[in-house]
């Protein structure tokens, strides 16, 4: 069972730690993850500095990272200049070189347009994913429908549900995705441990590289699991996040003044 939004920092200031990496990857183990998409924000504190570490510490076939028996499928989440976040994932070299583009992009006033980030992402092939489109910080729902429909998959996202509740979030993002032409994965959007498990992807055929999971996805071989435990999950690694980031002197993000 994969799930394809997560996060290897506390927060975009905190930045890479093995550590807290590994404690990461425990989790996901024991919540029966086989694979995840690490898809870390892309103007995060040393952003390349993490798969120096990643190339370090687990070997890469190319696909994904091997930690511990736990598939990682290199990613990023990008901010666009209209507002809203998007989900690349695809090899580490095309990852990095999709990054290294936006190296003039990382501040808000600055953030890449939509079209041009599908632009820089399909000349990459890389799978393009919609986040938490119907939340309130960082909508999508806003957007030229001709762009959304470039996207390959819209983010059934942990936090939202727990915020919004699942029917009603469902109410709002399954009319959407149908009406767009697109599938909706399950994302946890985990930044700490506790997270894991309260949404995740199970798959009716094994997939090990990118172009597999993305040809099941679209093919509607999956089915969405959410856990009866998801408020208990988010809730504690809500909570967890703010302590620790408390600890860390760091100011609360606008989604969780939101929440």
Not at 215 to 226: A, C, D, T
Request: proline share 4%; charged share 20%.
């Amino acid at each position: 069972m994969p799930v394809l939004h997560t996060h290897a920092n506390l927060s975009k200031k905190s930045g890479f730690s093995l550590d807290y990496f590994r404690e990461m990857v425990t989790e996901a183990k024991a919540n029966g993850l086989q694979a995840l998409a690490l898809t870390e924000h892309f103007n995060t504190a040393n952003f390349c500095g993490m798969y120096d570490t990643l190339d370090n510490t687990y070997p890469y076939n190319g696909h994904y990272y091997d930690a511990e028996g736990l598939m990682v499928f290199p990613g990023m989440e990008v901010d666009i200049a209209e507002t809203g976040h998007i989900l690349l994932i695809g090899q580490k070299e095309h990852i990095l070189a999709v990054r290294s583009r936006l190296e003039d992009h990382t501040q808000d006033g600055e953030f890449i347009s939509f079209r041009n980030l599908l632009d820089l992402a399909d000349a990459f092939g890389l799978w393009k994913i919609g986040a938490h489109p119907f939340r309130v910080s960082t909508p999508l729902h806003h957007l030229d429908p001709i762009l959304l429909r470039r996207l390959d998959a819209l983010d059934l996202n942990a936090k939202d549900i727990y915020s919004q509740g699942e029917s009603v979030y469902r109410q709002l993002i399954m009319p959407f995705a149908e009406n767009l032409g697109l599938p909706v994965i399950g994302g946890s959007d985990s930044h700490q441990c506790l997270q894991y498990g309260s949404v995740v992807n199970r798959l009716r055929t094994a997939c090990v590289t990118v172009e597999e999971l993305k040809s099941v996805i679209r093919e509607g071989e999956y089915e969405i699991v959410v856990s009866p435990c998801l408020p208990e999950k988010v809730k504690g690694a809500v909570m967890m996040k703010k302590l620790l980031k408390q600890m860390l002197g760091e100011a609360p993000s606008r989604d969780e003044v939101h929440n």
